[in-house]
């Protein structure tokens, strides 16, 4: 009997419930009690969804975050929140992002606007965690109430109660020292209030427990190897069983050490380890369960039910009662029921499964794999239709697509000169002063912007009209960039409701849900675009309104694009091809755009690749790999323009040390980067590599409302000239300006401008 579990569920809800009920909370539109209620329906709706399974997991609906959440049970809140009074859910929130409501909060003067908890993305996902923080004095103490509450709730549902926790080594790996100390040295004082955790399970009458250490899928040396033994060496004499959950990776040389922990069961993640299958099962004990992570967690398509069954049987045999299966990880990061779709092209939604069918699927393979094939046969029969219907269907595969890929060469990627040559060219067509002043691209999405999209969008606003309204905002925006005076212009992106989505809508290839949400942080959610099949550009997409904009002005517009490795990282993408080869077919699409945009007399054009660290491995042996396609696919589309045309790009994060040289490799003329919040330390790395081309150290964070005045920019210039040539540098803030107000932007930018003139004086 293979028995089916889950190892987490979409927690935000199908509608976005959760998201809905935070914001009204947190906008003192409604009360505390209406939010726990709604986190309670969402609790007990999920878990009876979740009913077909043998084990559906507990604890892993959060308000905000689950590693906060187990920062809360483990009493592990940042120095800075100690003194925090009143309700907890409240201190919760001022954790996670600062504040929490204000009005129904007797201690706003006391206990808010404190700093919001670090962000960082968790794994490879687009999830973000709330990190941890320790110092040497860290102490932990168990607050098991949350976890025992819904224990409770779970039982009330009528379902089969799995605790799910994340594991100590995982725990203390994924927080940060404030103090330089060294985290594993916690690890005595942490293992006490798990095993208090345990015991308190132990004592609701739980069996199993899934405790969550994805960490061994990443490079771990040998202290934190060792804190694996130390950790179920003593968390193994408590009376509940452990199964040790790992996901996203294989475990590699890791893979002996997890199989001999002395714990109960061992999940791991099919989808990325199937090799590693055999040897688990051959190194576990004889009563260890393995829990094979079958059905793929993290995208939107349907398993090939038969031929998992066709691996799947044979260690169903051998293993017998030890074999449990379940999705490959926590199913947070994929949306929750394709029913909900009414608008999805009927032969694309064929293909697709959410989590809720993804249970399906997993009932299915068990029922399949406990009463024979046969049982499910006509499941089965339909499975592979679909199946066979998406690998032939000519929309996936497209000839024209296939053969301009393969003929693909090393000169595609190639500029006609070198930077030194292109440069001097550049500068003679463009006329620009020094240290030119620029923006990232995007100005703010008013009110009026996004009600003319949403009424275009619902039929009741023409074309003609739309596209007047467009082109008032972009006329705006040339205005205002005139008389600030900057030297190269952008349209805006007034047309744009989201840089992946606005070009996926204009590629073959792409579908779009109306629901399909994954929770990207707090009750942030994104909807991935879905990459289906071969990629083509039917027709130019940017360039109607980039003439327009330049038709307005004198100065150089840019061009504005989002680059394939970005499109390719913030959508779901297809399984049936590598990632290398979706993002090549991006490439040749966009290059198609940046070719007819030069043509159409476009001097300067950018292209975003905001995610292009993201997509980095979690392990670093792979890096080089996914480095060398990434680039070559920036290269791609980048690179056919002549030497007269400048290449911009764009990156929004400072952390590229230990990528700098692909960066480099990309070969862009200009390239824009968030450094104001490091206080331009990311340029450090600039003192051992001798970055080539120009850089545009952003010079402000436009996260935040405040106004930078001149000298702050000025300062911060002057750092940056200490390390790169003044003749190649450039004066931008760190990102698009979308989020933020004209008010706020008119400011800030005016003090830009003027920074920049009191460089040319200063510097030159
Ligand atoms: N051009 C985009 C904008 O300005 C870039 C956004 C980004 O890097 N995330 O909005
Ligand atoms: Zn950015």
Known sequence: MAITHNLGFPRIGARRELKFALESYWKDQSSRDALKAVGAQLRERHWKHQARVNFVPVGDFAFYDQVLDMSFTLGNLPERVRGFHGDALDNYFRVARGRSAQAADEHVACCSGVAAGEMTKWFDTNYHYIVPEFTAATNFSLDATRLVTQIAEARAAGVNVKPVIIGPVTYLWLGKSKDDSDRLALLPKLLPVYGALLDTFAAQGIDWVQIDEPALVTELDAKWRDAFVTAYDSLSVRRVRLLLATYFGQLQENLELACTLPVDGLHIDAINARDELAQAAAILSDTSVLSVGAINGRNIWKTDLNAVLAWLEPLAKQLGERLWIAPSCSLLHVPVDLDSEQKLDAEVRSWLAFALQKLDELKLLADALNNGRDSVGSALVANAKAIHHRRTSLRVNNPVVKAALARIDAALGQRHSAYAVRAPKQAALLKLPAFPTTTIGSFPQTAEIRHARSEFKAGKLDTAAYKAAMQAEIARSVREQETLGLDVLVHGEAERNDMVEYFGEQLEGYAFSQFGWVQSYGSRCVKPPVLFGDISRPGAMTVEWITYAQSLTN???????????????????????????????????????????????????????????????????????????????????????????????????????????SIADMDADVITIETSRSDMELLDVFDHFKYPNQIGPGVYDIHSPNIPSRESIVQLMKKAAGRIPAERLWVNPDCGLKTRQWTEVTPALTNMVAAAKVLRSQLL
């Open 555 to 661: 100065k150089p517009m840019k061009g504005m694009l989002t680059g394939p490795v970005t499109i390719l990282n913030w959508s779901f993408v297809r399984d049936d091809q590598p990632r290398s080869v979706s993002c090549r077919q991006l490439a040749l699409a966009i290059r198609e755009e940046v070719l007819d945009l030069e043509k159409a007399g476009v001097r300067v054009i950018q292209i975003d690749e905001a995610a292009l660290r993201e997509g980095l491995p979690l392990r670093r042996s792979q890096w080089n790999e996914y480095l060398q396609w990434a680039v070559e696919s920036f290269r791609i589309t980048a690179n056919g323009v002549r030497d007269e045309t400048q290449i911009h790009t764009h990156m929004c994060y400072s952390e590229f040390n230990d990528i700098i040289a």
